[in-house]
Structure formats: structure tokens, C-alpha cells
């Protein structure tokens, strides 16, 4: 190991990340940013957060994308009162394996998403009115062309390394494909390289569940609650999508949430199963917005790395940054046999591509959840792209 390599010791900092949401807008006129579609959008703010530092020559920035229901609020809290730090605040900081002492972390809120980022709750500047369903649809390419905005913005010219897992694991390869020069690493996880039919079909059936919901009104629900129901049943499909049967087996089995003799046969007695669905449904609730759930379930269904550029196996060749592909054995959502295929087609072009696979009951979401596991993997890569450029 050289003599800077003390400087990813896993030992962690007693200092608290304290963070804060910045937004950057962009676009002077409405008609400033055309969309993959053809449809014009502006102006566009982005909400987003940074943890750690920029160094002199601004060469360890790392982007970290974010999932379906995640935000630009990646890591630490937002004050000492805060009780819900960001949702890879595990991965994220000092002396963590993305180290905010030696690298300066970037996250955004997605296009159309509901966190402070331009979607469809914004304020149509042509109408005064949200959005709603009159937002045009976008694409994940659209999504990483806003961030490319943002890191324009930061005077940031090349990346270390882009991460994210799911949606995020998307967008990862989206930048390797269409910013081929400009990036050293990607690393995505739990993600594939086009939305398959599975996939389409367990997102269909979330967005009728919303637009079936009288309180959805065609997407013109604001300022009300909008299609809460709906919603939180959308989330709870969604939520068995994310996990495992051998999971629910072991957190669930056939429990019930009232265990008296009496209460067996009764009809609203529920299993607890059930009962957790319910629960993480009305929390999605709380936090967003139904009409971007609609628009990003859109956008993750419409993806596909080779549309327009000659197929998978010619979008993948464009790739110039070290790949590392991270499967989960558990996850049917997006089987590892996705992330097995694009690392054999990177192998026969002779890119610096590798695959790693969690081991997990968990399912999808293993890798919001396993850090012991995937703590090494991103240490490690990171570690190896750093000390490749003398950081």
C-alpha cells in the first residue's frame, strides 16, 4: 500500500455530516432545454446536496445516483435535531467508505422528481398552475443531462466515479455511455441495462392503482393530498417487488397482528405482513408526490442503454470508465443474470469491467441495507480509481 493509502482507513470520524439542500437553476426561458422527446422545458431547478470537499485540480468528485422514491438527500442531517438521516448515510462521510474527508460527494434529486427538483408539483411558468399530467414525459437520459448541468454549474469537469443502485443503476450507465471521457468509474447495482416486461408490468399495475383513485382527478390534485390511497397501495406492491420471499418468511411468517384466540377469524384481524404494508405505504404517503411516482415509474419503462445507438452490446462498447457490476443473489426484480450479461458483452469488447454479487435474503433493496457487504466493494473501487490517479 502507498503512503497516501492511510487516508481510506475505515475508522470513523466522531464529527456529525451536517447537510444542506442547494438548488441551481437553469435555463433563462421556457424553451431553453429540449427533452429526448422534442418537447421544451424551463426553467429547470435541481435540488441537490455536496458532502466533503473539492480538491485543488477538482479531480475526487463522485456522484451518487439515486433510486425511485430517493432524493438528493444522500447522507448526514440536516441539523443536530434531525432524526432521519440520508438514505446511504451508512456509505456516506467521514471515514466511511465514501470518505468525505478525501472526496467531495454529489447528490440530486432526479428530473420530475419532488424534492425541490422540477417535476410535475412545479409551477408551469406559462400557466401559473402546477404542472400535473401536462409535464412532458423524460427519459433517464434527460435525468442525467440535468445532472451534467449541475456538475457544469460546480465548474466540475470530470467525475472519480458515478454509483447508484435500481433507478440510480440506470442512471450510472447512462453517464458511461453518453459522457464516455469524462468519467474514471461507474459502479451500478441491483439495475439492468433496459426495463424488461416484468418490470413494465409491475409498473402498470402501480400506476393504475394510482389513476384508478377518484382523488387523483387526472394528475390536477394540487393543492389537495392528491391519490393517497392509491399511492399507498402502488408502494405497497412495490414493496414486495423489493424483497424476498425468504425475507417475509423470516420477519413475517404467518403472524397476526392480534394473537387471541378470539380475534382469529375476525375480518379486519391482519397478518403482520400486512400490516407492515400498510405501514410503509401511508409513509410514502407523507413524503411524495403521486404524479412523479407516475412520471418516474414512466421513465424507468421507456429506458434502454442501446435505444438509438445499435443495441445493448454497441451501447455498452462506448464505455471507456472501469466498470464494476454489483448483482443481488435474492433480487427477482433485477435478477443478477441482468449485470452477468452486460459484464460478459464489456469482457469480449476487452473493457475493464468486473461483476460482484451480494448474498442476501433481502432482495432488491440488499443494497440499502447490506453494508457490511457492500462497505469493501465501494471502498475498494473507489480506493483503486483514486490511487490510479494519484489522489
Known sequence: MNQGASRFSTARSARELITKTQHFTFANSPEEMVLESGHRLGPITVAYETYGALNKDRSNAILIAHALTGDQHGAGKYDESDKHPGWWDDMIGPGKPLDTNHFFIICSNVLGGCRGTTGPASINPLTGQPYGMSFPVFTVRDMVRVQKALLDYLAIERLLCVIGGSMGGMQVLEWAVTYPDQIDGVLPIATSGRMTAMGIAFNEVM?????????????????????????????????????????????????????????????????????????????????????????????????????????????????KAKTLFVGIDSDWLYPPSYMVEMTKIMEKKQKAVEYKELKSHHGHDAFLIEFDQMSPIIKDFVQSLAEAKGL
Open 207 to 319: 400506476r393504475q392503482t394510482i389513476m384508478l383513485d377518484p382523488a387523483w382527478n387526472q394528475g390536477n390534485y394540487y393543492p389537495g393530498a392528491g391519490p393517497a390511497q392509491g399511492l399507498s397501495i402502488a408502494r405497497m406492491l412495490g414493496m414486495i417487488t423489493y424483497r424476498s420471499d425468504e425475507l417475509f418468511g423470516l420477519r413475517f411468517g404467518r403472524r397476526m397482528a392480534r394473537s387471541r384466540p378470539d380475534d382469529y377469524y375476525r375480518y379486519d384481524n391482519r397478518f403482520e405482513i400486512e400490516s407492515y404494508l400498510h405501514y410503509q405505504g401511508e409513509k410514502l404517503v407523507k413524503r411524495f408526490d403521486a404524479n412523479s411516482y407516475l412520471y418516474l415509474c414512466k421513465a424507468m419503462d421507456i429506458y434502454d442503454i442501446g435505444r438509438g445507438r445499435g443495441g445493448l452490446a454497441k451501447a455498452l462498447g462506448r464505455i
